[in-house]
């Protein structure tokens, strides 16, 4: 697609429901991130997709966070027994390459509320 | 470790004003690249620039200006005759310039333009 499309957009969830967001990123971009931006603290890296490579995972920030990609395209994110702390906004951005200097096109994000 | 600053949290100026806004950032990578990202109320992160470090010339793009300065750490973004279009959240990163690389994000700075 033209640009990096995430979904849902806004995601209400009770305490302790599992959840899952989606990313498409841009076709050709081998690179894929997540990142998470909760209120008054910047965006925290979680984790990074590039071409066939094992995965980072080194910003997840629990065991309760776990990411694919499937086909070297869609990412899901899935955040198992959610707490109210995962409130967040969730973006996803994708590159050319896995050199951070290309610079990323983000996605519009999913607004994660935990209930 | 990186680390990205931008110490103020939030500023309002009047439509017409400059505004500078403060980058310092930590790195022990002899060469890494910078970023400045614009966050309008519509959540999606616009790339606005990226700076090799080898390169300390500033760069001016109509109403936008870069500072770097490698001595001081420093990249600091000036708006000049501000709009209210240019309301938003300002982030400056940094990435390492080898191999893969995640950006590291400062908090970002809220600039409010009023009328």
């Known amino acids: 697609g033209a640009g990096v499309s995430q979904s849902p957009s806004n995601k209400v969830t009770e305490k302790g429901k599992d959840v899952e967001l989606r990313c498409d990123p841009i076709?050709?971009?081998?690179?894929l991130y997540w990142y998470r931006q909760s209120l008054g603290q910047g965006l925290e890296f979680l984790i990074y997709f590039q071409g066939n490579s094992a995965p980072d995972k080194s910003g997840l920030p629990s065991d309760r966070f776990s990411a694919e990609r499937t086909g070297g395209s869609v990412s899901t994110l899935t955040i198992q027994r959610t707490q109210q702390e995962d409130s967040a906004v969730y973006l996803c951005?994708?590159?050319?390459?896995?050199?951070?200097?290309?610079?990323?096109?983000f996605g519009s994000g999913t607004r994660l509320t935990v209930v | 470790a990186q680390k990205v600053t931008q110490a103020q949290t939030e500023i309002s100026v009047v439509e017409k004003e400059d505004v500078t806004l403060d980058c310092v950032y930590e790195t022990r990578d002899t060469t890494y690249y910078l970023f400045w990202y614009k966050q309008p109320p519509s959540g999606e992160l616009v790339f606005l620039i990226r700076?090799?470090?080898?390169?300390?010339q500033n760069e001016i793009s109509g109403r936008y200006s870069w500072n770097f300065q490698k001595s001081t750490s420093s990249f600091n973004f000036t708006i000049t005759a501000s709009q209210v279009v240019d309301s938003a959240v300002y982030f400056c990163a940094l990435s390492p310039n080898s191999g893969y690389s995640t950006l590291t994000f400062g908090k970002g700075t809220m600039l409010l333009v009023s009328p």
């Open positions: 951005a994708s590159s050319r390459a896995g050199v951070g200097g290309l610079g990323y096109t």
């Open positions: 700076r090799n470090s080898f390169d300390e």
């Open positions: 076709s050709g971009h081998t690179a």
